[in-house]
Each structure stands twice: as C-alpha cells, then as structure tokens.
C-alpha cells in the first residue's frame, strides 16, 4: 500500500511540478489562524431563488423551481495502489449512516491489469466509478447501489479520464480526459456505446478535467500543461448543453485543477474553484466566477510568506449552506503538512480546523446539505479514515477504510 500511495505522489508531483471524536482540537495561536481580505459575494436576496440544480454534477427538470433533497448517501472509492491490479472497491453509507459502511460487489474488482485509480461522479440516476491512471473503464451503478455494467472508453489508448456527467438534453454522458482538447460523448445506451467526441479549444494542450453542471450550461476546467508538464495557462470552458456552443474564458490563475463548486443556499451568482499553479510555487489561488459576465477574480492566494497559513497549495474546496468555505490544502514549507482549512468570508478569517488530512484523493472532500456535513480523508499512522464534520454542532466521526482512499462523493436523491 505505501508503494502505491508513492506513486501516487509521484505521478501528482510529475501533474503539478512541470476512532471518533466529539469536537474539533483548540486552535493554536499564531499561523493557525489568520485575517484575509473580505470579498463581496452578491445580493443576498437572490439566495432565495436559487438555480434548479442542487445535486452532484445533475441537471434537473427545468420546471422544478425548488427541488427538495428526499435522501443523501455517501460513496467512497478505494484502490490498493497504482501498482495493484483491479484493487479498485466501493462503498456507500446509506443515508449517511457511516456506522453501517457496506461495499458494492463488482466481480474482478476495478482497475487496471496494472493497477488501479477512481474517481467517482453522481447524477440523479446512480453514480459511476471512473478508471482514471492507466484505465479506459466506467462502472456504472444504479440508485439502488447495485453494479450495472462496464464499459471501456478508447481501451486501446492512454486517457486518464477525471470525470463524468449526464447531459438530460441529450441523453449522453459526457467524460473529461487529461490526453486531448475534446470531451467525450457517451450515449445513454449500455447495449450499442454510441461516443463521439466534442472539441473544446483548438490549443491541443487544453485538457478537460473537473466539470460542473449549473442550468443548461456545463463548466470545464482546463488544464493546459505545456510539453515539461508546468502549467500554461488558466481557463474555463462553458459549454451549451442544448447545441454544444463553446465558450473559453481566461483565469487570472493557471492549473484549476479541484471540482468546481456551486451553492445556491449561500450564493446564486458565482462558481468558486482553487487553482494550483504550478506545484510548490505559491502562484495559486481560490477563484470566483460570476455567471452571468464570467468575470473570474482571486478571492484568496497562496503565500511566500513563511509560517503563513495560506504558505503551501490549494487542493481542493468545499462550500457548507451557511457560507463556510472548506479547503484542503497542503503546507509543505519545511515538511509535507496537509491541512483542512475554514475560510469565513464575510469576517475574512482563515483557520486550521484539521490536520493529518489524505489530500490526493481525486475529489478528497464533499459537503451534504442534507446534514450539513463535511466529508474529507485523514492518515492516522499507517492507517486512513473517512471523517465527517458536522457545521452545525462541530462533531465528528471516523470510519476506518481497507486500502487507499481514491475519491469521495456525496449523493442527492432530489424529489
């Protein structure tokens, strides 16, 4: 398992660089927590009429103005290590009952002859495992937590794919892969795997990675790492769900690399994602993006400043109902440290709130505004847990994982 957990750094490193407890710890004095600017967030008003689309990644009927969330359950992927062939395992806890953890059975595992990597993607129809490293596989599971069937995406060639969603206008799945400038288009048809494929940019280096369905628009982070793997430029692609139109919009920071965040119970205007950069260059930041002008802007950066809390690099965020920001970052200044952080914008504050933290799970956090819920992954020695936070009592839970935690999703059952 360490093999594994090392080359998964290492192939991070090679992206980037070219038990229970009832409360949370005391906060330290000093770098644990920290003044920041204040930024606006939007009209407050607005709040109250948030967009349709409140599960991971779905789009919902359009006629359905208020959606109420009727259950939320939560998956995790687990793989013994990129050098552990078909290792790749699922779990769910239904209705978030972490003391009733069970796996989904998939015959052969999940993987590579290789080895295995996953990321997971939800919609309102099931949930997929996504063969990422070294894999060209989806495994498609229903709303029952049964396993449907496999299919193989480009088997004879490399794609590392990074994520999934359902496109309702069209009926299809469209995948984002780190090995081209086009999306891939799946039709929802297990028999006959109809794919096709949908240019996003004419730069061939514009890798399509984390995407985010809001409306009838889908928003696409673009990598763009040039030729020695360092990252080239920053941008977003929106894409027209209805007649596939593209839109590229440029970022004030490169490499956005975690999911793209959505909560209309805290602000119906704007996206919010983190941009690395390049890797341990502190040239990243937390970004925000109107929807309407697709105006992007920095919300908070990374520091050079030592002993600074923000002096490392963002991983990945998670927004709570009330408007928290929760950030997986990683502190590497003089050790490698990595931390979950709480950001309160309308006081500007950031603070520790958690250490230990498993950041280099594909989606390593999540938040449940079924519960009010924040799930993310911690190292305790050689073993790694599944932790929940709860934002409106600040207790948590713990629940041990057999092998390596490969990602984490939460997932709305919406009536």
Known sequence: ??????????????????????????????????????????????????????DEDAVEDEDSAEPQIKASHVIVAEVGGYDVPMSGKVFYAENENLNDFREVPVENGMGSPTGADLNLAVWQGGFVSIGRHDSSSLYFFGNDFEFNKEIKIKSDIYINMQDVVYNSFKDEFIISALSSNKLILLKNDFVNADISELELSKNELASPAKMRIIGGRLFVALQNLDERNLPDKGEVAVVNLEDYSVKLVSLPKKNPTGKIEYNAAFDTKHIYFVATGEWQKRDGALLQMDLETYETKVVLSESEEENNILDGDFVDV??????????????????????????????????????????????????????GRIYYFVDIGSDTYLKCFDTKTAESETVLLDSGPAALRVKLEIE
């Open 1 to 54: 398992m360490r093999n594994g957990l090392f080359l998964l750094l290492v192939l991070i490193l090679l992206v980037f660089s070219a038990g229970c407890e009832a409360s949370l710890p005391d906060l330290p004095e000093m770098e644990e927590s920290m003044d920041v600017d204040i930024f606006e967030i939007g009209d407050e008003d607005e709040v109250k009429d948030a967009e349709a689309n409140q």
């Open 318 to 371: 998670t927004i709570a109902d009330n408007g928290e920001f929760y950030i997986i970052f990683s502190n590497n200044s003089s050790k490698w440290e990595n931390n979950l952080l709480k950001y309160l914008p309308g006081d500007g504050i950031v603070s520790k709130i958690d250490s230990n933290i498993n950041a280099f799970a594909a989606n390593p956090i999540d938040f449940s505004p079924m519960t």
